[in-house]
Structure formats: structure tokens, C-alpha cells
């Protein structure tokens, strides 16, 4: 669920990591360790066609934008 939070903050919503970071309350390295992870994942997926899985608890999407 980390994976797809930074890329959806990052690559979605165009936030610079360090925005991103603090929107997910964790430093901007962790943040880049999480987004090139989710990156890796997604290459994967597509180039060998992997299944991609979202999963990992239970979890309520807002669409709410925090400022």
C-alpha cells in the first residue's frame, strides 16, 4: 500500500518528494526508497507480465486534498 501511495502522491499528483514525504508523515528517504521500490514493481509487471497486487490491510482512500 506504501508503493502505491507514492506513486500516486509523486506520479499522479505531480508532488515533489519531499511534499510527498510529508504527506505520508515519513522522510524524504524513506520516501525514495518506497517510490523506487514501487517503480521496480511496476517495470516488472510490465515487462515481464507480472500480476500487480494491491494489497496490505484495510485501508479508506480518501479523495479529500490535504494542504
Known amino acids: 500500500m506504501d508503493e502505491f501511495e507514492a506513486l500516486r502522491l ?5 508532488l ?6 510529508k504527506s505520508m508523515r515519513i ?9 523506487r521500490k514501487a517503480h521496480n514493481l511496476i517495470a516488472k ?4 507480465g ?4 494491491i494489497q ?3 485501508y479508506v482512500i480518501s479523495s479529500r486534498e490535504q494542504k
Open 10 to 14: 509523486a506520479d499522479y499528483q505531480g
Open 16 to 21: 515533489s518528494q519531499k511534499e510527498a514525504a
Open 27 to 35: 522522510s524524504q528517504q524513506t520516501f525514495s526508497r518506497i517510490l
Open 45 to 48: 509487471g510490465i515487462t515481464i
Open 50 to 53: 507480472s500480476a500487480i497486487r
Open 56 to 58: 496490505g490491510g484495510q
